[in-house]
Structures are given as C-alpha cells and as structure tokens.
C-alpha cells in the first residue's frame, strides 16, 4: 500500500513533494481509465456538510458520551438496538435522534457528493454503497430505492395509508380478519411478482436513512417530517397512525386489543439485521460479476464487519479486473480518509491518500485533463 499525504503536495519542491506529485499522477490515472467504479462511503464524507462522524475525537460518539454521561457508557449505546430495553435509554434516543434529523435536513451535499454524481453521469459509476444515514446521495439525485415499481409498498413512504375505517365500518368481525388477511396476501404476492431492478439503485443506504419512520409491529412508513421530530425530541415514542386505527376498529366491534407499534427511525442499528438485506446482497453479488475495475473506500473508519467483508470481497474482484484494465491504469483499491487504515489492511489497498475527502477528490478529475494547446511556429 503506496501512501499519499495530502500535506506533501503544499510542501516546497522536494524528493518526497515529486514523489507524491508521482503517487497523484498514478492515482489520477486509475479513476480516468476506470469504466466500472464502485465506492463506499463512510461518515467522514459528510463532516464538511456540518454532520460529524462517529469515533474521531469530537465525533458523535464522544458528542454522546459528553452529553449524558450518567447514562451512556459510549455514544455507541445510542446505535444499539439493545437500547429499546431500557426506558431511560429510550427517551435519549428519542430525543438524539429528533435533533439528529434535524441537523441533517439542514445539511448541504459536500464536493465529495458532487464527485460520485459526477462518475454516474460520467457512466464509471457502477454503484455506490453508503453506511451514511443522512440521505446525501439520494438529495444529489443518485436513486437509493431499491425498486424501480413502484407497487412494492414495503419500500414506499405512506403519508396517508388507506383507511381500514372506510373499508371495515361496516362488516362484522369475521369479515374484517378475512378482509385483512386478503390485502396482506396480495401484498405478498405483489413482492412475489417483483423482480429486481439491478441497475436502477445508484446508491445503497445500507444503514438506512432518516427520511422516514416506519412501524416497528405493521412496519409502515412514514416521511420524518418536522412535526414527527418535535415528537421525537421530547423523548416519547409517537405511535404508529396505522395501528391506532386498527385498535379503534376492533373496540368499535368488541375484539380484544392488540398490541400496538410505535413510529422509530427507518435506520438500522448495531445488532439489527436490515430488512433489505437479501436485495442488498443480490446487488452486491451482481456488482461482483460485473468484474468492477476501481474501488474507492472514502471516509470510514473499517470497524463494522459487514463493511470489512463487503470491502475485501470488492478489492479481490477489482484486482481480478481485465489485462486491458490493468493496462490502462485501472485495477486499483484507493482508500481516502483522515486516519490509516487498521492493521492488515495494507495488501488491500493499493493506495492511502491521507487527509480530507473532499480535498482529495478536487485533485481527481474524472476525465482526462485538457491537451495544452499548440505552441505557435514564428512565421
């Protein structure tokens, strides 16, 4: 693994200034020859939007811990879905998470945002994976729904869901279960039906997002809006629209109560499976195939497993690239972020450019720099 300090481009001519200089011209050179880029993003390619990332210094970790000392041991507990356990820690989440959605809405997309948007319209961009909840990607206009119908409402936002109360006023008991279980099979067979799109997602929100809260027993969605946020900041699980009316039917025909869902943020947490997960992992096996030719890892820190693994099994592939690729300058593992990798990293990428995200990818144009113009032969 060659390094790249973004500090030795500023210094003044030297052995190792020409040496970096070297280093860039051979990294610049990756991403013009690629035709089939993947990139994974971590949080530091948000820090310049005003979001702070997770484990530096002043990150949200630390942020947390300072915050409420008395009851988080680690800003980490926040992002744990054991937390839903614990009353107190569950009104901490609330809270975070309802001024979290609110610094993110007021976010700006960053130039490294810009960048990736650039190699899609470029057509080099096979596909972007993010860990980032703040929906930057989706805001720059790469596509992050995993469908291109769409029927399948598991994925779509429900600001106003069908009123069972219009459907079911009216029918006794019996045939409001059976009317309930009919609409559920249809909505099984509609997912049956769907067959992926695997170049529609631009972007995969593999951690989620914070657009919207969904249900945690229907599992319906509903957009985060402002009013949702206050709720949240209170402290106090809002609950679920869809269920209550569900409960106030079966009051009005004299069934028992059920239990009734609260709204949560449609994110995944540290020991939660997602619940797009096989889509996911088709579309990753599928980028496999597609033999990519660059990866660029940006702004993570390679603690999370499901990362480590997705990271490996793509430089492996990229390595594996075409003999024409290699040619060209492409074939390349790049991994840019503030801080070096863990150890055992250093056969996985071929190059580190250490510092700032966005600094670094302002050094790398995605197309071919312009030939000088032609010196004029004196008459």
Same mark, same amino acid.
């Given at each position: 693994?060659?390094?790249?300090?973004? *500090?030795?481009?500023?210094?003044?001519?030297?052995?190792?200034?020409?040496?970096?200089?070297?280093?860039?011209?051979?990294?610049?050179?990756?991403?013009?020859?690629?035709?089939?880029?993947?990139?994974?993003?971590?949080?530091?390619?948000?820090?310049?939007?005003?979001?702070?990332?997770?484990?530096?210094?002043?990150?949200?970790?630390?942020?947390?811990?300072?915050?409420?000392?008395?009851?988080?041991?680690?800003?980490?507990?926040?992002?744990?879905?054991?937390?839903? *356990?614990?009353?107190?820690?569950?009104?901490?989440?609330?809270?975070?998470?309802?001024?979290?959605?609110?610094?993110?809405?007021?976010?700006?997309?960053?130039?490294?945002?810009?960048?990736?948007?650039?190699?899609?319209?470029?057509?080099?961009?096979?596909?972007?994976?993010?860990?980032?909840?703040?929906?930057?990607?989706?805001?720059?206009?790469?596509?992050?729904?995993?469908?291109?119908?769409?029927?399948?409402?598991?994925?779509?936002?429900? *600001?106003?869901?069908?009123?069972?109360? *219009?459907?079911?006023?009216?029918?006794?008991?019996?045939?409001?279960?059976?009317?309930?279980?009919?609409?559920?099979?249809?909505?099984?067979?509609r997912r049956r039906q769907m067959t992926l799109e695997r170049t529609f997602t631009r972007a995969v929100q593999l951690h989620g997002d914070l657009d919207n809260v969904v249900c945690t027993i229907c599992h319906t969605k509903y957009p985060f809006t402002e009013k949702l946020a206050e709720e949240f900041c209170e402290g106090a699980p809002p609950p679920c629209?869809?269920?209550?009316?569900?409960?106030?039917?079966?009051?009005?025909?004299?069934?028992?109560?059920?239990?009734?869902?609260?709204?949560?943020?449609?994110?995944?947490?540290?020991?939660?499976?997602?619940?797009?997960?096989?889509?996911?992992?088709?579309?990753?096996?599928?980028?496999?195939?597609?033999?990519?030719?660059?990866?660029?890892?940006?702004?993570?820190?390679?603690?999370?497993?499901?990362?480590?693994?997705?990271?490996?099994?793509?430089?492996?592939?990229?390595?594996?690239?075409?003999?024409?690729?290699?040619?060209?300058g492409a074939g390349k593992v790049i991994f840019i972020n503030r801080d070096e990798p863990p150890k055992g990293w250093e056969s996985i990428f071929d190059y580190y450019v250490a510092g700032d995200s966005d600094r670094a990818i302002s050094l790398l144009p995605i197309a071919g720099l312009p030939e000088p113009p032609p010196v004029q032969q004196p008459a």
């Amino acid at each position: 693994m060659l390094q790249l300090s973004l *500090s030795d481009l500023d210094k003044p001519p030297s052995g190792s200034q020409q040496e970096s200089q070297t280093l860039l011209a051979e990294i610049r050179r990756a991403v013009q020859a690629s035709q089939r880029c993947i990139v994974i993003t971590g949080a530091g390619i948000s820090v310049s939007s005003g979001i702070p990332d997770f484990r530096s210094p002043d990150g949200l970790f630390q942020q947390l811990k300072q915050k409420y000392p008395n009851s988080v041991s680690t800003g980490k507990d926040l992002f744990d879905a054991t937390l839903f *356990s614990d009353p107190a820690m569950i009104s901490l989440f609330y809270n975070f998470m309802g001024e979290l959605r609110n610094l993110v809405s007021r976010a700006n997309c960053t130039p490294t945002h810009a960048f990736i948007k650039e190699l899609d319209e470029a057509g080099k961009l096979l596909r972007c994976y993010t860990q980032n909840i703040d929906s930057l990607e989706k805001r720059i206009g790469l596509e992050t729904s995993l469908h291109a119908s769409p029927e399948d409402s598991s994925d779509t936002p429900c *600001s106003s869901p069908p009123s069972l109360i *219009s459907d079911c006023s009216s029918l006794d008991t019996d045939t409001i279960d059976e009317k309930k279980s009919q609409a559920a099979k249809r909505r099984t067979h509609r997912r049956r039906q769907m067959t992926l799109e695997r170049t529609f997602t631009r972007a995969v929100q593999l951690h989620g997002d914070l657009d919207n809260v969904v249900c945690t027993i229907c599992h319906t969605k509903y957009p985060f809006t402002e009013k949702l946020a206050e709720e949240f900041c209170e402290g106090a699980p809002p609950p679920c629209p869809r269920c209550k009316e569900i409960e106030m039917i079966r009051d009005l025909v004299g069934k028992r109560s059920v239990a009734s869902g609260v709204l949560r943020p449609d994110i995944v947490l540290y020991n939660e499976n997602h619940p797009q997960s096989e889509l996911i992992g088709a579309l990753s096996e599928y980028d496999l195939k597609r033999r990519p030719d660059l990866l660029i890892v940006i702004g993570t820190s390679l603690k999370i497993p499901g990362i480590k693994r997705m990271v490996k099994e793509m430089a492996h592939s990229v390595h594996a690239c075409t003999l024409r690729s290699k040619r060209a300058g492409a074939g390349k593992v790049i991994f840019i972020n503030r801080d070096e990798p863990p150890k055992g990293w250093e056969s996985i990428f071929d190059y580190y450019v250490a510092g700032d995200s966005d600094r670094a990818i302002s050094l790398l144009p995605i197309a071919g720099l312009p030939e000088p113009p032609p010196v004029q032969q004196p008459a």
